[in-house]
């Protein structure tokens, strides 16, 4: 019984001083390469529960409002996000960014719930206005180390994501419940914004 | 007694060998795929989004306009590449211009989000003008020796297998949502530009 078991140990304990002296180089710096960048850029939006809620509700009013805004405002709303990203990279400010978000949420919000029907135009004007703010908050913190251009492009992506979220959802507006449910959305979304700006002002 | 001994010296060269044997390869040099240097040119083009995104926004762009206008770009852009290649070989080291790559996602990424009506003719001359930039830009620095050559191949292949994949993919589409969903992708290739080219300015 005994002998077994010193048998064992003379097998395993060769195998162990070899597997222990092949250890893998340390990662002691941050992470990089192109995916951390495209990652980072992705995480960037969504973890912001303010960026969050506006971009859903771009995609509710979009589909309240149908064709031709539900497909208008997703094109225009990445190129406007933008260029308030440039804005904020070449250090131009924009005054009262996080004022802009919430406020942002409150009236896209608002617009969902009392299912507001303004002209295209004032309604892309809308959109592009706050579109600025948002880009200049989150386009401008890339990590050092990072691929600028994935990190642009992974930030670009999930807003769209997130205007798809907002469309999918959207796409009840067809029933009647549907279109009661997306009033409240719009009100949660008003009442988030709320909450924001007096985080802002706080 | 003995017996045992001897077996345990067995073991013991048995794993030092199987340690010895599992080797990792020295990665003197990026992106070296181990297949020859077809491959290499092949993968520095697919692991490369500067490269690829102004590609596939041309692809978009001509899909978008009609098979005629794919096929156009098929055939233009992979040679051009490969003039512009040549012509960089020359030149001594990369010096990539950020702001340029930028503007050429804004200006594709845009043009397919408004879904422009560009003439056969501006779709050679855009395609012909981005062969030669980034061609020249990756014929910088590569050296010259016979196997550039075949590392050019490599990378002219993946070129034209990625247009004629997204072309045909988008020329097909008839769907009025399935090609705004382009536009979508379009708007998205240009708004990365933008962020592109503010950090470049801030760069400086």
């Not at chain 1, 180089?25 to 960037?44: C, E, I, M, N």
């Not at chain 1, 406007?80 to 406020?103: D, F, R, S």
């Not at chain 2, 490599?154 to 988008?170: Q, R």
Request: contains cysteine.
């Amino acid at each position: 019984m005994k002998s077994s078991k010193v048998h064992t140990m003379a097998r395993v304990l060769p195998t162990l001083i070899f597997v222990m002296l092949c250890a893998p180089s340390a990662f002691a710096h941050p992470q990089k390469g192109d995916a951390v960048g495209f990652l980072t850029g992705f995480r960037h939006p969504i973890s912001g529960l303010d960026h969050v809620l506006a971009m859903i509700a771009v995609g509710l009013w979009g589909a309240q409002l149908g064709s031709p805004a539900i497909w208008l405002l997703p094109v225009a709303f990445p190129i406007v996000m933008a260029v308030g990203g440039m804005l904020g990279l070449m250090g131009i400010p924009v005054p009262g960014t996080e004022y802009g978000i919430a406020l942002s949420a409150i009236l896209l919000g608002a617009a969902v719930l009392f299912e507001l029907r303004p002209s295209l135009t004032i309604a892309a004007l809308l959109v592009g206005f706050f579109a600025i703010f948002h880009g200049h908050a989150h386009g401008a913190e890339l990590p050092p180390g990072q691929s600028a251009l994935l990190y642009s492009m992974g930030f670009v992506i999930a807003t769209g994501c997130l205007h798809a979220v907002g469309i999918g959802i959207g796409t009840v507006y067809r029933w009647g419940w549907g279109q009661k449910l997306l009033r409240v959305a719009g009100g949660l979304v008003t009442v988030g914004g709320v909450f924001f700006l007096w985080k802002a002002a706080a | 007694m003995n017996r045992k001994r001897k077996s345990h010296v067995s073991l013991y060269a048995f794993v030092a060998f199987s340690f010895a044997m599992s080797a990792v390869p020295a990665e003197a040099h990026l992106n070296s795929t181990g297949m020859g240097p077809f491959y290499d040119g092949l993968i520095h083009f697919l692991m490369n989004p500067e490269d690829i995104v102004p590609v596939v926004a041309l692809a978009l762009l001509a899909g978008l306009r009609g098979a005629n206008y794919g096929r156009r770009a098929l055939f233009v852009l992979p040679t051009a590449w490969f003039l512009g290649a040549l012509a960089g070989l020359s030149a001594l080291a990369a010096n990539p211009q950020p702001f340029i790559a930028a503007a050429w996602f804004v200006l594709l990424g845009g043009l397919v989000a408004a879904d422009a009506h560009v003439s056969l003719r501006a779709t050679t001359v855009l395609a012909a003008l981005l062969g030669l930039y980034h061609g020249y830009l990756n014929g910088m620095g590569m050296g010259q020796s016979l196997s550039v050559l075949v590392i050019l191949v490599g990378l002219v292949f993946a070129i034209f297998v990625l247009i004629a994949l997204v072309a045909a993919f988008v020329a097909r589409l008839r769907a009025s949502w399935a090609r705004i969903a382009i536009r979508v992708g379009g708007s998205w290739i240009a708004a990365s530009g933008l962020l592109m080219l503010g950090w470049t300015t801030r760069a400086r």
